[in-house]
């Protein structure tokens, strides 16, 4: 089945500075990619997705690249700050059917980032 | 806030208590999920409800029985639980369909069973 490695587990980086995190997936059928934000207290919630007929998307500081042939993607987040502390989760989902879709997630990768 | 909401957001039972969590959305979705978020794991996916048919059972135990009876509302039975099932239960929601469907996730239920 579906296989999604996460890493780093943890990551801390000064404020102002970039943040990498990076994914691989095993099925090469998998086509839809989201990344999710939890913090403390709350529910995980979308912060940028990509298709995989797309190699990579940009929101304000947050950008998301694909490389389909080596089966990863990953997720920048530049200028960093003291907000963007939390667990952050890859996903991987193929293509999607009548019956909603099945979402296969990383294990995390807890972000501090220190004032 | 999204429009995903659970009830209780804390539980503590004892492994002969029986209980039920709730979830409700407010986004007029058809999709529904309970997904189970135990410390340093993945996200495991339990159950998928897809206009109110279970479409998906991830070889979860019996001792946790979902009820979906209508598209708003989830709920997951619990009884004889083990001290292992301790976690954070999350529901989700989406509309099931051809397009990439985003999840909506709720705040998740902590429950401790002792």
């Known amino acids: 089945g579906e296989n999604v490695e996460q890493h780093p587990s943890t990551l801390s980086v000064q404020e102002g500075d970039s943040a990498v995190i990076k994914c691989t997936y095993s099925d090469s059928a998998s086509n839809y990619f989201p990344w999710y934000k939890q913090e403390l207290g709350k529910g995980p919630q979308l912060i940028i997705d990509i298709r995989s007929n797309v190699g990579e998307k940009k929101d304000q500081r947050i950008a998301v690249t694909l490389n389909k042939t080596a089966k990863h993607f990953s997720l920048h987040i530049t200028e960093t700050q003291p907000e963007d502390s939390a667990v952050y989760f890859c996903?991987?989902?193929?293509?999607?059917?009548?019956?909603?879709?099945?979402?296969?997630f990383g294990q995390g990768t807890e972000l501090s980032v220190k004032p | 806030e999204t429009g995903v909401t659970q009830t209780p957001r804390h539980l503590v039972m004892g492994m002969t208590n029986k209980k039920s969590l709730k979830c409700e959305q407010h986004l007029g979705h058809n999709a529904m999920y309970w997904y189970k978020q135990s410390a340093k794991k993945p996200l495991e996916l339990m159950f998928v409800y897809s206009l109110e048919e279970r479409v998906e059972n991830n070889s979860v135990p019996s001792r946790f029985s979902p009820e979906c009876p209508n598209s708003s509302h989830l709920f997951l039975h619990l009884h004889t639980l083990q001290p292992e099932d301790s976690a954070l239960y999350l529901c989700?929601?989406?509309?099931?369909?051809?397009?990439?469907?985003?999840?909506?996730f709720g705040p998740g239920t902590r429950l401790t069973v002792l």
């Open positions: 989700a929601s989406s509309q099931a369909g051809m397009g990439y469907n985003e999840q909506f």
């Open positions: 996903a991987a989902k193929k293509r999607p059917n009548n019956q909603g879709g099945k979402l296969i």
